[in-house]
T-cell receptor, first 110, second 117 residues
């Protein structure tokens, strides 16, 4: 079983729709959680950290469920520019090493 | 803030030559930098963790004699791909953790696309 699992997609979604991604992690000792986005042939960029109480940043909402060991990302009113691969990332322990999911590809269609 | 640069952004070299990639944190200090490799349509794969002033920690399956890492200062880490072969062609990305924040967040360089012919 992979340490961090994501549905690879692609998710084809019309512009303006709401889309949700889920990610599960296997290590219950995981301490920090992030969503990154990666555009084609570019480096990953931090989208948002995920806090235990859930957090929102504009159209983006992240949730963490420690009991079930999953993280979610919700994108409302999707834009064409949201098309990218979304990477779920988990930190385990104190060595600052990140464990990466394989990413979910999102395609927003006009 | 938290800008990381990489140089070169792309390089084409002949099989058997060595290529050095530089990773710099421009506006913060980084005791730890990470080197990743990404093949097309695949996830980032951590190659090694680079620690300033000490030896790098390599992930299982990554040859330390082939991928030489030097982290001589708090703002610079280098990755040298020695005797490169076509199968080493990949997207190499470094990241750095900001020493000052204590956060687990990593900031990525723009990547180096290596093509070995």
């Amino acid at each position: 079983r992979k340490e961090v699992e994501q549905d690879p997609g692609p998710f084809n979604v019309p512009e303006g729709a709401t889309v949700a991604f889920n990610c599960t992690y296997s290590n219950s000792a995981s301490q920090s959680f992030f969503w990154y986005r990666q555009d084609c042939r570019k480096e990953p960029k931090l989208l948002m950290s995920v806090y235990s109480s859930g957090n929102e940043d504009g159209r983006f909402t992240a949730q963490l469920n420690r009991a079930s060991q999953y993280i979610s990302l919700l994108i409302r009113d999707s834009k064409l520019s949201d098309s990218a691969t979304y990477l779920c990332v988990v930190n385990i322990g104190s060595n600052y090493q990140l464990i990466w999911g394989a990413g979910t590809k999102l395609i927003i269609k006009p | 803030g938290a800008v990381v640069s990489q140089h070169p952004s792309w390089v084409i070299c002949k099989s058997g030559t060595s290529v050095k990639i530089e990773c710099r944190s421009l506006d913060f200090q980084a005791t730890t930098m990470f080197w990743y490799r990404q093949f097309p349509k695949q996830s980032l794969m951590l190659m090694a963790t680079s620690n300033e002033g000490s030896k790098a920690t390599y992930e299982q399956g990554v040859e330390k004699d082939k991928f030489l890492i030097n982290h001589a200062s708090l703002t610079l880490s280098t990755l040298t791909v020695t005797s490169a072969h076509p199968e080493d062609s990949s997207f190499y990305i470094c990241s750095a953790r900001n020493l000052g924040t204590g956060s687990y967040e990593q900031y990525f360089g723009p990547g180096t696309r290596l093509t070995v012919t």
